[in-house]
C-alpha cells in the first residue's frame, strides 16, 4: 500500500532556507510525476511545484517560482522540495502527491501526515 511520509519542515526567519524530502514506498516510484502542495490555516490546499517523472521537467506556483526548486531520485525514491528566501505567508503544511504532469491537481485522495513549515521572527 502507498504511503507517503513528508519531512524536513521546521521553523525559519523570514529569509531562511529550509529542504523537504517525500519519501514514497510506492514502486516503482519512477513511474510517476510528483508535485508539493501546501495548505495554511484556513486556506485551501494549493500546488506548490511538479516534476515529471525523470526529473527533466519541473513547473511551480506563481508565488513560489524562482525561489523554490523540486527536484527527486528515482533511486532512493524521495522527493524533494528546496524552499529559498522563505516568507511569512510561505507558512503551511506541505505535503507530496502524485500528479499528471503539467496538472495542478493531485491524482490521490491519499495524503501523507504532512510537514509543518513556519515562517516567523
Known amino acids: 500500500q502507498l504511503q507517503l511520509v513528508e519531512s524536513g519542515g521546521g521553523l525559519v526567519h523570514p529569509g531562511g532556507s529550509l529542504r523537504l524530502s517525500c519519501a514514497a514506498s510506492?514502486?516503482?516510484?519512477?513511474?510517476?510525476?510528483m508535485g508539493w502542495f501546501r495548505e495554511a490555516p484556513g486556506k485551501e490546499r494549493e500546488f506548490v511545484a511538479g516534476?515529471?517523472?525523470?526529473?527533466?521537467?519541473?513547473y511551480y506556483g506563481h508565488s513560489v517560482k524562482g525561489r523554490f526548486t523540486i527536484s527527486r531520485d528515482n533511486a532512493k525514491n524521495t522527493l524533494y522540495l528546496e524552499m529559498n528566501d522563505l516568507k511569512a505567508e510561505d507558512t503551511a503544511v506541505y505535503y507530496c502527491?502524485?500528479?499528471?504532469?503539467?496538472?495542478?491537481?493531485?491524482?490521490?485522495?491519499?495524503w501523507g501526515p504532512g510537514t509543518q513549515v513556519t515562517v516567523s521572527s
Open positions: 502527491n502524485r500528479i499528471q504532469y503539467g496538472s495542478t491537481r493531485s491524482q490521490l485522495a491519499y
Open positions: 510506492e514502486q516503482p516510484f519512477n513511474n510517476y510525476d
Open positions: 516534476i515529471m517523472w525523470n526529473g527533466r521537467l519541473t
